[in-house]
């Protein structure tokens, strides 16, 4: 058994000091990893920056180590029984994958900053935590003994992330037997029986998709913020929810979050932490995991998260909708949709995934795939008369892949799907999930399926929909950030251009008003700097508009047919 030892000998300092036992030794050297990455987020994060002072002893004795890659360690054990290595670990990012100590808690993401002893990942791993005697641990992990954790494996251990305070809310609620755990860290007044009569609503509603549940409890662990924040990550039987603030917890627009992220981690128990891409089974955690399938992964999660919601009556379709008309407003806010397809976008999630990058290269795999995943559960559905549709696909990658501990391919999901509804919808692989072809007409034409329809309308700033340039406010200057692919502005204006003046009136932040209350026919003067030098440009508007918003709404027109099938995919009436 390897033991993980965690203290502090001052937690405001953010440093703890870690020693990691290593007993019944034969070896002469001895490796030690730290992960790269972390699951749910796929770029290198390097976390070996975060440690300090490395050494190593056996026998009362200091015995050499050194670093031979950027986060694997080398220990001239020399054959001694027990090793120990200890180092120190700066605990201070707090998001839903970083750590935290300060006088009121211990949050731990063991993926940070345990190490994995080379050859001997499979023991089991004890994790013992020096900690105030009146704090409680929230974690996926059981406690053997007071502020003692084992883990069956490395893998779990590092996939199970821990709370530790004197203040934390508990409550819980079980659905088919099992036990939901809601821990809450952090100031709010949580309405507790509103919170878990809608967690155990859309909680039955995912577990009738799959069936049964992968692991025998969980855990929403919630670390509520004094500042505005959002973020959540999967683990194996827990989640990470980092949120704020707190005093808004339950306000309409914040706890709509609070549910919306608490549904997306959920499903997460099934689709990716069990129903996992072949690169990623099992993990490496010491380089990149190229994948092609986010749009699996974390696209169908994202279109689930919201859709359980609606489908179990925690939303209306009112507030459904209001959440799918954010999804296509993300999703048409640049044209990266013509550039690279989301499987393309799934692979160089390594590369940039998490960065604005360059204008329009990439798309979203959670954005894209959420609406890719719309428009085939209404394919599917309309193509097999409601007797198959996403769920039936989901369901299948869980009997077939995830609950035999197997990884699926690119192939093996595409495959399932033209199994269940027909070689026709190879297209649909070939178009939107592998290609970059419009969506919005295929979009519609499912919609109407259901009684619904895509509707586009005109954006309502001008300088977007007629001239085809958004604006960011920086420090008081109004400068360009983005300018549509052939607009107007693409032929004479360039990112980072500070406008001064439209029509020789002075910009106060009032962009807008001043279009508004002019004769664009006619064009407009747009004075501005460009690396420090004063410039005058025109642009004249076409008929082509641009940063089209699009919406989707129910049509009056639908017939009883369009309406039986709008129940059959929302369980709510037209």
Not at 33 to 53: D, I, N, S, T, V
Not at 209 to 227: S, T
Not at 395 to 407: A, N, V
Not at 536 to 553: D, F, G, I, M, N
Request: proline share 4%.
């Amino acid at each position: 058994m390897i033991r993980h030892h965690l203290t502090s000998a001052n937690v405001l300092t953010h440093f703890l000091e870690i020693t990691v036992t290593i007993p019944d030794n034969t070896q002469q050297e001895l490796y030690l990893q730290l992960p790269a990455w972390r699951p749910g987020r796929y770029e290198l994060q390097h976390f070996a920056q975060k440690l300090r002072g490395m050494s190593a002893s056996a026998n009362g004795q200091a015995i050499p180590v050194r670093k031979v890659t950027k986060d694997r360690w080398l220990v001239q054990a020399g054959g001694a029984a027990t090793v120990e290595v200890r180092y120190s670990f700066y605990a201070r990012q707090m998001d839903g994958g970083g750590s935290w100590l300060d006088e009121e808690q211990l949050y731990l993401n063991g993926i940070n900053c345990l190490m994995a002893v080379e050859g001997r990942q499979q023991e089991l791993q004890l994790l013992e935590l020096e900690l105030p005697d009146n704090w409680q641990i929230a974690c996926g992990l059981k406690e053997t003994a007071r502020h003692t954790l084992l883990a069956a494996n490395y893998d779990e251990l590092v996939d199970s992330p821990l709370i530790a305070s004197g203040k934390l809310q508990q409550e819980t609620y079980t659905v088919a037997g099992i036990p939901f755990h809601i821990w809450i860290q952090g100031d709010c007044r949580p309405d507790w029986e509103r919170i878990k009569k809608d967690f155990e609503a859309f909680t039955k509603e995912q577990l009738e998709v799959f069936g049964d549940f992968p692991v025998r409890d969980y855990h929403y662990l919630n670390e509520i913020l004094p500042y505005r924040y959002y973020h959540g990550v999967e683990h194996g039987n827990s989640t990470v929810i980092t949120l704020g603030p707190g005093e808004l917890l339950m306000t309409p627009s914040l706890y709509k979050e609070f549910l919306g992220v608490s549904s997306h981690e959920l499903f997460h128990t099934w689709n990716i932490k069990k129903i996992r891409p072949k690169e990623m089974w099992p993990y490496d955690f010491t380089g990149e995991n190229y994948f092609r399938t986010g749009y699996v992964a974390e696209g169908i999660t994202t279109y689930y998260g919201d859709y359980m919601l609606a489908r179990s009556g925690v939303f209306t379709a009112a507030q459904y909708f209001e959440e799918l008309n954010t999804t296509l407003q993300r999703y048409f806010a640049d044209y990266s949709r013509n550039n690279l397809s989301v499987a393309d976008s799934s692979f160089d999630l390594w590369l940039d995934g998490y960065k604005p990058g360059i204008p329009d290269r990439k798309v979203s795999i959670y954005i894209k795939g959420a609406l890719t995943a719309l428009l085939l559960d209404l394919q599917l559905r309309r193509s097999t008369g409601n007797t198959s549709s996403l769920d039936t696909v989901m369901r299948h990658l869980w009997e077939d892949f995830g609950k035999r501990g197997i990884g699926y391919t690119e192939q093996d999901y595409a495959q399932l799907v033209l199994r269940i509804g027909g070689e026709h919808f190879q297209p649909y692989f070939e178009q939107y999930i592998n290609g970059t072809a419009p969506i919005e007409e295929a979009l519609d034409e499912a919609l109407r399926y259901v009684g619904c329809t895509l509707q586009a309308g005109e954006n309502a700033l001008l300088y977007e929909g007629k001239f085809g340039f958004k604006t960011i406010t920086d420090n008081q200057a109004i400068k360009v950030s983005a300018i549509a692919p052939d607009s107007p502005a693409s032929a004479v204006l360039s990112v980072e251009d500070e406008l001064i003046a439209v029509n020789n009136r002075k910009l106060e932040q009032n962009l807008q008003p001043l279009l508004a209350d002019t004769d664009l026919s006619q064009g407009i003067e747009l004075t501005l700097f460009r690396n420090k030098q004063l410039r005058q440009v025109t642009l004249q508007p076409r008929e082509q508009t641009y940063y089209t918003r699009y919406t989707v709404a129910k049509r009056p027109d639908a017939t009883e047919a369009e309406k039986q099938n709008f129940r059959l995919w929302l369980k709510q009436e037209h």
